[in-house]
């Protein structure tokens, strides 16, 4: 006779494979290129999966481990990179600043639920936090490369070109991750 507890272990174990399933999608995202005056990555829209599919809490952890699986060496990142050095790059304030998406995700979704509008906004929020942090960082990396850059110019770099695309996978990754929940239910 199973006991309440053999169903939380595997409870937890589908919990890690599907958390494992989805740091692999982001990094195949990250992989895939868009050439366009200034090439994108799905990167964003396997996160946004993630955290729609999986919920804030499954969620972020498959972000934390693709994070980590970068962190050492193995080539998940853009450009099949990895390693330390793509973190404490320029642009891994951005990679970083994932993580504080599902955070903040998890948080908002936690408190007022999984409505639709409530998980656009979570993304909207989460996506910002991603640009504040990752521009941050990136101004002071770069400071410390190259010289000082002004928040205009960093902003104009490595923000406004990709609001648009972000828009759009984030309205793709909404409407395929809400079906995609329901089949896994």
Partial sequence: ???????KR???VIDLLYSAFFA????????ISVPTLIPFTLQTFGVFCALVTLGGKRGTVAILV?????TIGIPVFSNFSGGIGVILGTTGGYIVGFLLTGLIYWLITALLS???WVECVALILGLAAVYAFG???YMLVYARQSGAIGIG??????VVPFIL????????AVVLSRRMRKLLK
Avoid: E, H, Q
Wanted: charged share 15%.
């Fill in 10 to 12: 595997k409870s937890r």
């Fill in 1 to 7: 006779m199973p006991t309440n507890t053999d169903g």
């Fill in 135 to 137: 521009t941050i960082w």
């Fill in 165 to 172: 695309p972000d828009a759009i996978k984030m309205v793709f």
């Fill in 114 to 116: 999984r409505k639709l």
């Fill in 24 to 31: 692999v999608l982001i990094a195949v995202c990250s992989w």
């Fill in 153 to 158: 110019t960093a902003l104009g770099m490595c």
């Fill in 66 to 70: 693709y994070i980590l699986l970068g």
